[in-house]
């Protein structure tokens, strides 16, 4: 794990096209509205939400943008067989929580506290 941990926490975003941002806009306009609860970690959160197939999709879809500007995050979608909900998990190195408190918290929850 040094090399995840070697990665500075810094966004780029211009690794995300003009098309690429709308529909990042609009998987986290989708997530934020349907988030059931929000877990917090020592390295980071986790996001709490219905198994929809529509939700599931925004989650990867914005797994695979965040990936591209801010590779120092860990992305971990978890959707148990059966559940009726799914997890994701937003980690990192020192620094990347701090980062997703104050640039993804609450666009990824509609503000449902942190347990």
Not at 59 to 81: K, N, T
Not at 106 to 111: A, F, K, P, Q
């Amino acid at each position: 794990m040094k090399q995840f941990e070697m990665i500075p926490v810094a966004c780029n975003m211009d690794a995300i096209s003009a098309e690429q941002m709308s529909r990042y806009g609009g998987s986290r306009r989708l997530l934020r509205e349907a988030c059931l609860g929000v877990e917090e970690h020592a390295d980071g959160f986790s996001f709490r939400y219905p198994a929809q197939p529509e939700l599931v999709s925004a989650a990867g879809d914005l797994i695979g943008l965040e990936q591209a500007c801010c590779a120092f995050l860990r992305y971990d979608l978890a959707v148990p067989a059966g559940a009726g909900e799914f997890t994701l998990r937003l980690t990192g190195s020192e620094g990347a929580k701090a980062f997703v408190v104050e640039n993804m918290l609450e666009t990824l929850s509609r503000g449902v506290g942190a347990s």
